[in-house]
């Protein structure tokens, strides 16, 4: 064994934070001093030098193996504080949300950055042209990561200069073991999917009936002698036959129209083969995984192959390593949010006294209600469709070079290479296409990204008379991106052929699209640690950009930091086994629009070809801003980790400010110019201000083990300044959310809500919904544009997130159970007014508090104004009767495994088989009793993108609850 | 140890030598070019005079909203109780400031924007060719005006509030200007000077298009006929009549009146795009394909036409079953079956708009200005002036072009009902009424605002919130 490997190992284990060692033991591989590597970020530059100094925390591989989860960032959530987690869908593959220490950014994703084995992979912000949102890290497979470090603060992220800002996680895949015979991992996962949370409950048959009369009643009382009348009326001209004519309620149809849409059995299937090895001085790993998902709705799939591969080689002065990722995805989806073509939207609408095929066994396309005629969402799902290929390859390689004694060349150069290939096809006669003519359309895209970087680096590592560690680095990066994409859309289809070839070449349309940018940075780092205890470190950078204004391209950026590790001191009792005391300042670059494509050329205003019928033709697309510069994101970060008793109680707990000044925008552009409405400058300053805690101890330790872990963190997200915005700038979620200085970023700021009218104001009709006419609550109206906006002091973003998980061990047995909670949060249904319209439209079906909650003379105590035909009301409009409270606890993971170890070595050559089983979301409590639908879901790419998605139900796919079983072979 | 140093420095040198020139920073677009680029030969500015076509097609704007909310904001039509969500705010008068259907406001000065960039041009050396594109474009400018002012701004005559009419764009894109209002008379001034100088450089040597989806001096010509209607200041009416009388009597032959009765109901209601598409009746139309359209959730007949997608724009018993009854008027071909039964009492659906032709679903063109027009603005003109009897033996000639019982006396209302037939569902009634300053009286299927007088804030639809938020110099509307 080579000394210098160990020394090296255990002082890794020693200084890299307790956090490090606290996750080593929770995993389930037994713990070997040569697993781990220490994390090395761009450059060469490792995460830390002797001691912690930024803040982070890492996640242990164990979270990652045999999940069902599609996506690495979805294990993240709960696990890291700080780190906020929603997903826009449920659907395999769909893009996430996810917030480290607030919001820092107006504009653009407000994700983290992913770094794989060096290679910057973006936001997991979409690349798609036609699917709604498509997860770039989708493509990676989970169980080939060794260690995610979430970095948090200003030291940490420098290093990745100006996409760092929103946090960076660093992702580091398996590598193969020098000296280690060749090793071989399978396993395997079945798990099943059902909706997690939903408590809508909709009208059935009769119901509905009783609701459209009611309705009708409500609107013309004298019309009919009674409710009844009304009602046998509403039934009597519900149904439309073949021949369009008006026909009565056939008496017996009464359509699930959810059960329609949804598979019998929703599962996934996972399988894991890897074999790692090596010699002495090369090493090894190759994997490869197949992930299978078949959703909830009927007719999709999701369906993922990947392959990697590592290649690690050493001699005394050079290191080499190679590292490859090739994934292809399958995936077989449908259009999201409010088109009739999502199932989830329109099966919910459609009335359930309309079946679902007509009597001679076709599907029921004219009977629907008047409103979806064709969109009959089990004929939509069979034969309309959304699809797409996605290949991805990844790969990176490295050099390091001692070329003259603690001199050091570092050169890695890695990229990223995604082709998409999609398509949306619509049959003939079926959803939309129909409604155009020739009757079916198919739109193609193909799409190519290419991202790669290329950065050098010099460093100087010397420990001088064992006490002064010194390390220097200076580097550069070269960075450039590009998407090109091919677009094509048919119509007129005979054969219904979702091919090219088979539609009318009349009705042909293509396009194309081209995006570039590039990025050179000078980068260099300074990190001294003198006797163990005291370290101090900082960084220089330069970047320049080409999507900024003529003017401002180049920037320069720099952070610093100390850190103090006490528990090397000779006056600190012996209680404490762990006590670093760090802090760090720093002032970071950031463009926050860098990770998502269609806003590279911002110098100058500029035109753009269109077309007018068929002439060609040229309209301005642009509004440029030759000022526009970085927005820089200044963080000053402070924090304790501390162990007590050997390790038995340890945790750290980080305060921090976060400035973004300069925050990039949309600068409004007055209607009266004409052109675009917009374009980006730097408009504004965002705060966030929190305290994060990690806490771990484990009770009992012996042969029967308990660990206990939990994070907590509160965030303050605030838009300290907004220019050129005096009032209150709407934005998102039916404008119920708004920016303004002062408010929290995406405040509800929205109609005071006061209850149905039971006599309250005497001048206004009996069950009429009543607004406040403002924040005084003195006098109310019915009428909404005579009452004034109130801020809420809430926003989409939990103000407290926790995570706690207990895990408790006995011989090979392990039992787990994984919390999370946020709170102090709200949101709201995007589309209340179409699923509650107090009447507004009777040829649709509503939740069943449309009849059972809403104001009658003998319900006088009904959340919901009095229902009328044609509904004059506002009480249908957003107001805080939407809202909701988010607050909520839910139990992430449970998982109870037992691993055989190495009994069976002898007997069969397996070194360890472990069986498990395994469920996520399984619960959920929700503080609010009104709230009916999952409060970590996230609106559609469709309708918003960034942070103004969060906390927006919009019926795209619900998050799912899993159950899965699953074993893991070793040998 | 100089080998060392030797090393360290050619390894630095290899890294900074390795670093890229700074020039590469400087991308510019592929797709598209800077502004300052966007005219450099004739046929260049062609494009962008089509372009100026193309932000006309859009829908918030020329391209349905016109057709629509005419005939919304007023006594003829009404959003049934079986809709999509569709223009409920508008069906109701329910729209503010921060909370509303329209869109027009951002797309007329879009329409502006882009017509100012032909006309703003100095590059191009002014020959024939370039002074037809930019009168061509200044008709276009001065049509948006027009528009901007019938809906947010107060009636000329009113003499009230005259103060608030729209701001003027100037012809160079800045897209940091604040404009205040210029008032009413100020851009009444604008839209004519922009119409007569377009008339009088279009007149020498041109020739017009094959098709009626270009603007022509024919459109700028009836154009001016209703501004001088509009604004009705003295001697405006006298100009109203001799426009209308050169747009009658003097156009090209590819512009002319109905006929037959079939034709006129074809020209609406046929399947087959070539009644519809291209007809002399039609002054200026958008130009819509199978491909190019505002398609299934913006084309005026996917909400007029019975089998439209959305189908929920129905007009009231009280105006629609007296016009039905008389089969003779040409008009009565075009009522449309009854609506939902959801509505008390029923609506019609109209018959002038069809949802497929041969050319396709949505693929008819949508007609802003018809030959019609310069008759009953003639007649309407005429009237205003005192000269009743002629303005009846021309009310009487149009009757019986219409197949209806000539009338015997004249008053406003006739007129103004006359129009009403004529171009319900074309989006005119609202212009009419506010025009000669009548409330909008709404006699059923409707439970707020349904007397509507003409000084009420409701005529006079406000600025949009967004815009008055982000421009200091900018008033909103009194009463808003």
């Known amino acids: 064994m080579n000394v210098k490997l160990r020394l090296l190992s255990v002082g890794v284990l020693f200084f890299t934070g307790q956090a490090l060692m606290a996750q080593k033991k929770k995993s389930d591989t037994t713990t070997k001093t040569k697993d781990i590597e220490e994390v090395v970020l761009v450059g060469g530059v490792k995460l830390d030098p002797a001691q912690k100094v930024g803040s982070y925390n890492v996640v242990s591989k164990a979270n990652f193996e045999s999940t069902p989860f599609s996506s690495v960032d979805e294990v993240l959530n709960g696990r890291v504080a700080g780190l906020t987690f929603s997903s826009n869908g449920g659907d395999p593959g769909s893009s996430n949300l996810i917030t480290i220490r607030g919001v820092g950014s107006l504009i653009g994703t407000p994700n983290p950055l992913y770094v794989i084995d060096g290679v910057v992979v973006g936001k997991g912000s979409d690349n798609a042209s036609i699917m709604a949102s498509w997860n770039p890290l989708a493509s990676i497979d989970p169980n080939q990561i060794e260690s995610v470090s979430v970095l948090k603060d200003a030291s940490a992220t420098a290093i990745y200069g100006s996409r760092g800002a929103n946090g960076v996680i660093v992702i580091t895949t398996k590598k193969g073991k020098y000296n280690q015979k060749t090793a071989y991992t399978f396993s395997s996962d079945m798990a099943f999917q059902e909706v997690a949370f939903d408590k809508q409950k909709w009208l059935n048959a009769s119901e509905y009936l009783q609701w459209g009369g009611l309705a009708k009643y409500n609107a013309n009382p004298s019309a009919y002698s009674s409710l009844g009348a009304a009602v046998t009326d509403f039934t009597n001209t519900a149904f439309v036959n073949e021949n369009g004519e008006v026909t009565p309620y056939d008496g017996y149809t009464n359509t699930d129209w959810k059960k329609a849409i949804m598979r019998n059995q929703s599962y996934v299937n996972t399988y894991n083969i890897s074999a790692a090895g090596g010699g002495e001085n090369t090493s090894f790993r190759l994997g490869a995984n197949y992930y299978q998902n078949k959703p909830l709705v009927i007719n999709s799939g999701f369906d993922r192959y990947s392959f990697n591969a590592a290649i690690n080689h050493k001699t005394e002065k050079v290191k080499l390593g190679f590292d490859g990722n090739f994934t292809s995805v399958n995936r077989n989806t449908f259009l999201d949010t409010g088109y009739s073509s999502n199932p989830w939207f329109t099966a919910l609408r459609l009335a359930p006294i309309y079946p679902v095929y007509n009597s001679d066994g076709g599907y029921n396309m004219g009977n629907l209600g008047g409103v979806t005629s064709f969109y009959n969402p089990v004929a939509v799902r069979k034969s309309n469709y959304e699809a797409g290929q996605i290949q991805t390859w990844i790969a990176s390689a490295f050099a390091d070079y001692e070329f003259v004694k603690n001199w050091y060349f570092y050169s890695l150069f890695g990229s990223q290479y995604q082709a998409l290939d999609e398509m949306h096809w619509d049959q003939p006669g079926v959803g939309d296409g129909t409604f155009i003519e020739p009757q079916g359309q198919l739109q193609k895209s193909t799409t190519k990204v290419f991202d790669w970087n290329w950065s050098n680096s010099i460093s100087y590592r010397k420990v001088f008379d064992k006490r002064h560690d010194l390390q220097v680095y200076l580097g550069m990066e070269y960075q450039e991106h590009t998407r090109k994409s091919f677009d094509s859309y048919i119509r007129g289809f005979e054969v219904y052929k979702p091919y090219l070839s088979y539609g009318n070449p009349d009705f042909a349309q293509v396009g194309d699209s081209f995006y570039k940018w590039l990025q050179i940075s000078y980068f260099s780092r300074l990190n001294y640690t003198f006797n163990n205890k005291y370290t101090i470190s900082g960084q220089l950078r330069r970047d320049s950009n080409s999507t900024l204004g003529a003017n401002e391209k180049n920037g320069i950026f720099w952070s610093a930091a100390a850190s103090w590790n006490i528990v090397n001191e000779n006056f600190l009792p012996s209680i404490f086994s762990e006590l670093v005391l760090r802090g760090s300042y720093g002032e970071i670059g950031n463009i926050p629009y860098a990770d998502s494509w269609g806003q590279q050329y911002n110098q100058f205003s500029s035109v753009a070809p269109t077309n007018y019928a068929d002439q060609n033709a040229t309209t301005i697309s642009v509004a440029g801003n030759p000022d526009l510069k970085w927005e820089v994101a200044k963080q000053l970060n402070i924090g304790l980790d501390f162990g007590l008793f050997n390790g038995k109680f340890s945790g750290s707990i980080d305060v921090y400010n976060k400035k973004t000044s300069d925050a990039i925008f949309q600068s409004p552009i007055s209607y009266q110019n004409g052109g675009p409405n917009s374009y980006l400058a730097n408009i504004a300053d965002i705060s966030n201000k929190g305290i994060e805690t990690v806490l771990s101890t484990k009770p009992f330790n012996g042969e029967f083990k308990w660990l206990i872990e939990g994070n907590f963190s509160y965030n303050k997200n605030i838009v300290d300044n907004l220019k050129y915005y005096d009032e209150p700038l709407l934005k998102s979620g039916n404008n119920m959310r708004a920016l303004a200085s002062g408010h929290l970023l995406g405040e509800y700021y929205t109609f005071d809500w006061a209850g149905v009218n039971n006599g309250q104001n005497p001048n206004l009709p009996l069950g009429t919904g009543l607004f406040w006419t403002d924040e005084t609550h003195t006098a109310t109206t019915n009428d909404r544009t005579k009452a004034k906006r109130v801020w809420q002091d809430v926003s989409p973003f939990p103000k407290y997130t926790a995570g706690f998980r207990s895990e408790f061990r006995y011989k090979g047995f392990n039992l787990s159970l994984f919390f999370t909670g946020q709170f102090d949060y709200a949101v709201h249904n995007l589309y209340q007014n179409y699923m509650m319209n107090m009447g507004s439209s009777t040829n649709v079906n509503q939740l069943a508090d449309a009849l059972y909650d809403s104001w009658t003379p003998q319900n006088t105590d009904a959340t919901y104004p009095m229902q009328i035909a044609g509904n004059a009301t506002q009480g249908g409009f957003p107001s805080t009767l939407w809202m909701r409270k988010g607050d909520h606890i839910r139990l992430k993971e449970a998982k109870l495994s037992y691993s055989l170890g190495n009994t069976l070595k002898e007997s069969i050559g397996v070194t360890n088989i472990t069986l498990y089983i395994k469920g996520t979301n399984l619960w959920m409590y929700a503080f609010d009793k009104k709230l009916n639908f999952d409060p970590e879901s996230n609106a559609s790419v469709y309708n918003y993108s960034g942070w103004e998605a969060k906390g927006l139900f919009d019926y795209t796919t619900p998050v799912l609850k899993t159950f899965s079983i699953g074993t893991i072979i070793d040998f | ?480």
């Not at chain 2, 329409?111 to 020959?127: F, P, T």
């Not at chain 2, 949802?355 to 003109?381: D, K, P, V, W």
Request: glycine residues 6%; contains cysteine; proline residues 4%.
């Open chain 2, 1 to 480: 140890m100089t080998k060392k140093i030797i090393y360290i420095l050619s390894l630095g040198a290899i890294l900074f030598t390795a670093s890229c020139s700074e020039e590469r920073l400087q991308l510019l677009p592929e797709i598209g070019s800077p502004l300052e680029e966007a005219i450099n030969t004739e046929n260049d500015m062609r494009l962008v005079l089509n372009g100026v076509y193309t932000q006309m097609s859009s829908s918030t704007g020329f391209g349905a909203a016109i057709s629509i909310f005419g005939d919304l904001l007023s006594d003829n039509a009404f959003v049934s109780t079986a809709n999509d969500g569709y223009f409920l705010n508008t069906s109701r008068m329910s729209y503010s400031p921060e909370i509303s259907d329209f869109g027009m406001y951002d797309s007329f000065y879009d329409v502006i924007q882009q017509a100012n960039m032909v006309i703003g041009d100095r590059k191009l050396k002014e020959s024939k060719t370039v002074l037809n594109y930019k009168a061509e474009a200044k008709i276009a400018r001065a049509m948006s005006y027009f528009y901007l002012l019938c809906f947010y701004s107060p009636d000329p005559k009113s003499g009230v509030n005259q103060e608030y009419g729209v701001p003027i764009q100037p012809e160079e894109y800045n897209p940091n200007n604040k404009l205040a209002r210029s008032s009413v008379n100020e851009v009444y001034n604008y839209i004519i000077n922009d119409l007569v100088s377009a008339i009088n450089q279009l007149s020498n040597d041109y020739t017009y298009p094959e098709n009626k989806s270009c603007l022509t001096p024919v459109a700028a010509k009836l154009l001016l006929s209703r501004v001088y209607l509009t604004r009705g200041s003295s001697g405006d009416y006298q100009k109203a009549v001799d426009y209308a009388n050169d747009v009658i009597n003097k156009s090209p032959i590819s512009f002319a009146a109905i006929t037959n009765k079939t034709s006129y109901t074809n020209y609406f209601s046929s399947s087959s795009s070539d009644n519809i598409d291209n007809k002399s009746e039609t002054v200026f139309e958008i130009e819509q394909t199978a491909i190019f359209n505002t398609g299934g959730n913006a084309h005026p007949a996917t909400f007029y036409a019975n089998n439209g997608s959305h189908k929920s724009i129905l007009f009231r018993q009280s105006f629609m079953v007296p016009l039905k009854n008389n089969t003779s008027d040409w008009r009565s071909s075009l009522v449309g079956v009854l609506g939902s039964n959801q509505d008390t009492p029923q609506g019609y659906f109209s018959k002038k708009w069809v949802r497929t032709t041969n050319e396709g679903n949505y693929a008819t063109n949508i007609r802003l200005l018809r030959f019609s027009e310069a008759y009953l603005n003639r007649i309407e003109a005429l009237f205003k002036m005192g000269q009743t009897p002629q303005a009846l033996i021309f009310l009487n000639e149009f009757e019986q072009r219409r197949g209806e019982t000539l009338s015997s006396t004249i008053s406003i209302e006739k007129i103004l009902d006359e129009r009403r037939k004529e171009f319900f569902a074309e989006g005119y009634r609202y212009f009419d009424l506010k025009r000669n300053g009548l409330p909008i009286i709404k006699d059923s299927n409707c439970d707020t605002n349904c007397n509507v007088p003409a000084n009420n804030r409701l005529m006079v639809i406000p600025i949009p919130y967004y815009e008055i938020n982000i421009n200091p110099n900018i008033k909103q509307y009194p009463g808003w």
